[in-house]
């Protein structure tokens, strides 16, 4: 019998792509999305197969009626805290009265464990998640697998392409993970259908320093490539205070100085590196930072 995934925030970007591996699995997938969800979005996720609920997502009962018999509840929601939180709770309350044995709550960052509470606004929602979720009736399984590698080349400003540096905070020996949404995506879609996985799970397409990367854009490109460290963390610090302080918007979810806050957190040093996990699932094939600079074709930026 196949396996039944119910899966929220599948109209996204990681969501959409957890939907096409999971498709690939021959699993059963039920997507919960909410009201005034963008029709287009609903039926192309109908055409690939999945079964669509539209609900009232304050509603618990409607929710756990489309949970049952389910075997994992993948969230891959984004958002502040009416998502992470609030809208979170209740799939996680709608999933555990109708019994499903895991729930994946919309972690897929690096490991914040070892991070301080008000440091990152949008990973202690996560941490604050997390508070409640260890007292709920359901395993769980986080995945933490680093920024997203595909960011290199949209919105996380590490490489310069244009002034050929690579922007460095504090120390450039320090190593950063790297997971494609596509690896991520893969991977979480093997979890939700393992019988049994552990509280954590920690993947990484690739490490690299600054340094690394000053020798790998030169290497590629044959340029050369320096670092460019206007700081240290104390001024990083400084820098996100300000821009936090003169920031118009507290309701945007990815402003300038939240930004920074993830870079800080990945300079800084506090994460963990423990034990990878990529070899739980052998079939996926992991994409290094190199492999993915040249298949995006990224001397074009
Ligand atoms: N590690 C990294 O570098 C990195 C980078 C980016 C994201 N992430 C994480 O990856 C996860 C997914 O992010 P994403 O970029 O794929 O998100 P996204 O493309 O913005 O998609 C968000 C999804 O959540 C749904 N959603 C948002 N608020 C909702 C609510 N209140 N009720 C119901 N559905 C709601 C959206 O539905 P609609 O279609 O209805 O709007 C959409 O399906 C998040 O945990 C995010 O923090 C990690």
Redesign the pocket.
């Known amino acids: 019998m196949k396996k039944i995934v119910v899966i929220?925030?599948?109209?996204?970007?990681?969501?959409?792509?957890i939907v096409n591996a999971l498709l690939a699995r021959n699993v059963e997938i039920r997507a919960?999305?909410?009201l005034?969800?963008?029709v287009k979005?609903v039926e192309e996720l109908e055409r690939k197969g999945v079964k669509v609920f539209e609900v009232d997502?304050t509603n618990k009962s409607e929710i756990s009626k489309h949970c049952h018999g389910a075997h994992c509840f993948v969230?891959?929601?984004?958002?502040l805290r009416?998502?992470?939180m609030?809208?979170q709770k209740i799939?996680l309350d709608a999933a555990v009265h109708a019994k499903v044995k895991r729930f994946i709550?919309?972690?897929?960052?690096?490991d914040f464990t070892n991070l301080i509470d008000g440091q990152n606004r949008?990973l202690d929602l996560?941490r604050e998640f997390h508070r409640y979720i260890e007292k709920m009736p359901i395993e769980v399984t986080t995945i933490f697998?680093?920024?997203?590698m595909?960011?290199l080349i949209t919105d996380?400003p590490l490489i310069l392409f244009k002034q050929k540096r690579i922007l460095c905070w504090g120390n450039p020996n320090q190593i950063i993970e790297f997971?494609t949404?596509f690896n991520?995506a893969e991977f979480t879609a093997e979890a939700a259908i393992d019988d049994n996985t552990p509280r954590y799970l920690r993947i990484a397409g690739d490490r690299i320093s600054c340094n690394d990367f000053v020798k790998l854009m030169s290497h590629l490109t044959s340029e050369n490539y320096k670092i460019f460290r206007p700081g240290g963390i104390k001024l990083l610090n400084f820098l996100i205070k300000v821009t936090r302080f003169f920031s118009p918007s507290k309701k945007e979810?990815?402003p300038a100085w939240q930004g920074m806050q993830?870079m800080r957190d990945m300079m800084e040093g506090r994460i963990i590196f423990h034990e990878y996990d990529n070899s739980r699932y052998i079939n996926i094939k992991w994409t290094s930072v190199k492999d993915f600079l040249i298949q995006e074709k990224f001397s074009n930026k």
């Not at 929220?8 to 792509?17: D, F, H, I, Q, Y």
């Not at 969230?75 to 958002?79: E, F, W």
């Not at 709550?105 to 690096?110: E, F, G, L």
């Open positions: 929220a925030g599948a109209t996204g970007n990681l969501g959409g792509k919960i999305v909410r005034g969800t963008d979005k997502t969230s891959a929601l984004a958002g009416e998502t992470v609030d809208t799939f709550p919309s972690d897929y960052s690096s949008n996560r697998n680093g920024p997203f595909d960011l996380m997971t949404t991520v979810l990815y993830y």
